[in-house]
């Protein structure tokens, strides 16, 4: 490959008697053709590859309408100002297209799910009070 474009190979239209440098041309062209079908079966291998890779390391989690979360914060002026903003109420799905809507504002925004993670509150828990009596 060249540039990544296919090379120009001989034209097969002109007929003339072979010789030695025309057994040298086909056999050129036979060994480009192996090294451009060997070039695709490693490209194909190394998407794959990346493709496993990337399947095993998202995060396939899936939010319910009326769910609501956190929305990862567009930047961080500093190392310590919050990674996550919130909280937001998911009103719509498409795919992994959310559609939020914040608690406080009304305001709506639309954002895929890498950029969301889930609000869990905690069980209210009675809390058992000793009486000094």
């Not at 090379?7 to 057994?23: G, M, Y």
């Not at 310590?80 to 919130?86: D, L, N, V």
């Not at 009103?91 to 959310?98: P, R, W």
């Not at 809507?101 to 954002?111: N, Q």
Request: hydrophobic letters at 30%; aromatic letters at 10%; glycine letters at 4%.
């Amino acid at each position: 490959m060249t540039f990544g474009k296919r090379p120009p190979l001989q034209d097969r239209s002109i007929v003339f008697k072979a010789t030695p440098h025309d057994n040298y041309a086909k056999n050129i062209q036979q060994y480009m053709k192996e090294c451009y079908s060997n070039a695709i079966a490693i490209q194909s291998a190394s998407q794959e590859r990346a493709r496993k890779y990337y399947e095993d390391k998202r995060r396939n989690e899936l939010f319910e309408v009326g769910d609501q979360v956190f929305l990862k914060a567009p930047s961080r002026s500093s190392k310590f100002a919050p990674k996550f903003i919130g909280p937001y109420r998911i009103i719509e799905t498409k795919k992994d297209i959310y559609t939020l809507k914040d608690v406080k504002t009304g305001r709506k925004t639309s954002r895929h799910v890498n950029d969301i993670r889930k609000m869990y509150r905690p069980q209210d828990e009675e809390v058992a009070c000793g009486d000094d009596s």
